[in-house]
């Protein structure tokens, strides 16, 4: 089944067997080649032979592709991961083949990219990697005897922030965003302060998605792949009803590129360094402490793990302090 024969310097073994592919390997010397030949027959005998063939003709920038075109494609920020993954694969780790990926050359890769990177945005490299492997092993069928990623220790990163958005910040948000040209940048300041919702969710937010005789919205096509039904705060139907109608029925016809300026823009105006994002943070603070429990205020903002939604709650500790007095 396995011939050993001199190849220039060194010494190949081939190995053939029906229902296998033919495996050729070249060693420097004759007694590596036999152990390998013999650990080979006795491993397929076994039926634990392991092929890495597959696995050695695919480097990780290809692997990295397919997973893009495939996996990437299908996903909500599908903008964003792509072009994290683009800028691996123009990284020179991505040049090995997936059989050449070692724990050490991940770990230099992590070290190298940490000097000029946070600690949250290494470790999501880390995970595009991971991930890219496993997708390989389990639906791709290439065999890697590991995944050189799993065991690696991941950078610390620094304690989520309290993020609060106090009511004297949000009345100098809303003064200054009258200046705005985009009209309506006041009415969803409010919008997401009184509903919780992501940016996403807001701009998709149509007339046709609001009930406001009950007070109700759905939200379509969200973050996570569902359909939720929120309720609308009165000051929250108020700031919607006094937008006029749009073409396309949105309350907000935007895009992130476009509010980006805009909201830049009401940053520099207003002296609130503050992202829109954190009015999301302040709105799930403001419920906590207005003694809503833990199931609504996840079914309202659309969280499904309490650990995530435990990182935009900040209880202030006056009300805490408050708490206690009673």
Sequence with gaps: MATIRRKRKGWQVLIRKKGYPHMAKTFATYSLATKYAQESEANIEKGLFADLAEANQTLLKDALQRYKDEVTAKK???????????????????????????SNKIA?????????????????????ISV?????????????????????????????????????EESK??????????????????AAIELGCRRGELFRLSKLDC?????TAILKDTKNGTTRRIGLSPRAIAALQSLP???DGRFFPTDSEQFKFYWKQLKRWSGIDKNFHSLRHEWASRMFEKGWDISAVATQGGWKDWKVLRRYTAISGQYLAEKLAK
């Design 211 to 215: 009930d406001f005789l009950s007070c």
């Design 76 to 102: 909500k920020g599908a903008k964003q991961e792509a072009y994290k993954i683009d800028k691996l694969m123009r990284h020179r780790i991505s040049n090995y083949s997936l059989a050449r990926l070692t």
């Design 132 to 168: 890219t492997i496993n997708t390989a092993k389990n639906e791709w069928g290439i065999f890697l005897p590991n995944n050189p990623c799993e065991k690696l220790k991941r950078l610390a990163e620094p304690e989520v922030k309290d993020i609060r958005v106090s009511p004297e």
């Design 245 to 247: 109608p749009t073409i």
């Design 108 to 128: 230099k890769f992590r070290n190298e990219l940490g000097l000029t990177a946070a600690p949250a945005t290494v470790n999501k490299y880390l995970t595009l």
């Design 173 to 190: 948000l809303l003064e200054h965003a009258a200046r705005s040209k985009m009209h309506w940048l006041s009415a969803i300041i409010i």
